[in-house]
């Protein structure tokens, strides 16, 4: 057998093969609804080997003070007012329109709220860019968790197919290695989430 005839066969046994492992592997991904709580899990399980406790220094050693009960409930009834005030700007009732993280929809239509993860330790920043924020580098900045190095920011978003990716310290392009992926016409990568009709978001 020629070198011609075998690199014809090897290819075509090439061809079968990637046409009998791509199906599955193009398929969506649906996610069961414990998989939050293994991988925050796995996270709490790592953290301690990633990020060992630090030695106490001198301001972080626990301190008895002692104040008198009219200095208690002075402090007490500032906290109550910080936290009156709060409530009243949240809810719109120092001026605001309210919540403006949700985004107006048509009559009748459902807004979910999907919480985006991305394990990410070392990073100083990470935030979230997708068709449902015009891709703006600064418009949704994720929050470490409880969890060292893992990062979370939850977003209402209307049903249907939405793209988006991470960005880390500011210039880093990170997929969701969780979400299926797709790859526009000048080669980027982006994740994909399905909100609504039954589809697991994350």
Same mark, same amino acid.
């Given at each position: 057998?020629?070198?011609?005839?075998?690199?014809?066969?090897?290819?075509?046994?090439?061809?079968?093969?990637?046409?009998?492992?791509?199906?599955?592997?193009?398929?969506?991904?649906?996610?069961?609804?414990?998989?939050? /709580?293994?991988?925050? &899990?796995? &996270?709490?399980?790592?953290?301690?080997?990633?990020?060992?406790? +630090?030695? +106490?220094?001198?301001?972080?050693?626990?301190?008895?003070?002692?104040?008198?009960?009219? &200095? !208690?409930?002075?402090?007490?009834?500032?906290?109550?007012?910080? %936290?009156?005030? !709060?409530?009243?700007?949240? *809810? !719109?009732?120092?001026?605001?329109?309210?919540?403006?993280?949700?985004?107006?929809?048509?009559? !009748?239509? #459902? %807004?979910?709220?999907?919480?985006?993860?991305?394990? /990410?330790?070392?990073? +100083?920043?990470?935030?979230? *860019?997708?068709?449902?924020?015009?891709?703006?580098?600064?418009?949704?900045?994720?929050? #470490?968790?409880?969890?060292?190095? %893992?990062? #979370? %920011?939850?977003?209402?978003?209307?049903?249907?197919?939405?793209?988006?990716?991470?960005?880390?310290?500011?210039?880093?392009?990170?997929?969701?290695?969780?979400? &299926?992926?797709?790859?526009?016409?000048?080669?980027?990568?982006?994740? *994909?989430? #399905?909100?609504?009709?039954?589809?697991?978001?994350?």
């Amino acid at each position: 057998m020629s070198d011609r005839d075998e690199r014809s066969r090897w290819a075509q046994g090439e061809a079968a093969f990637v046409e009998r492992v791509a199906p599955p592997l193009r398929a969506p991904e649906t996610l069961d609804p414990s998989f939050e /709580a293994r991988l925050m &899990a796995v &996270a709490r399980a790592e953290a301690p080997r990633l990020y060992p406790p +630090r030695p +106490r220094t001198w301001w972080r050693r626990p301190r008895t003070m002692r104040i008198s009960p009219l &200095a !208690g409930l002075a402090v007490a009834a500032g906290l109550a007012g910080i %936290v009156c005030l !709060g409530t009243l700007a949240a *809810v !719109g009732g120092l001026g605001t329109d309210g919540p403006r993280d949700v985004p107006e929809t048509g009559a !009748g239509e #459902t %807004v979910h709220v999907v919480r985006f993860v991305l394990a /990410a330790p070392g990073a +100083r920043t990470v935030t979230l *860019v997708g068709d449902f924020n015009a891709w703006a580098k600064a418009a949704t900045p994720l929050a #470490t968790a409880a969890v060292p190095g %893992v990062w #979370t %920011v939850s977003v209402p978003l209307t049903p249907g197919r939405h793209e988006y990716a991470f960005i880390v310290d500011g210039e880093r392009w990170v997929v969701d290695p969780w979400a &299926a992926v797709v790859t526009d016409d000048f080669g980027t990568e982006s994740s *994909v989430v #399905t909100v609504g009709g039954g589809a697991s978001a994350m």
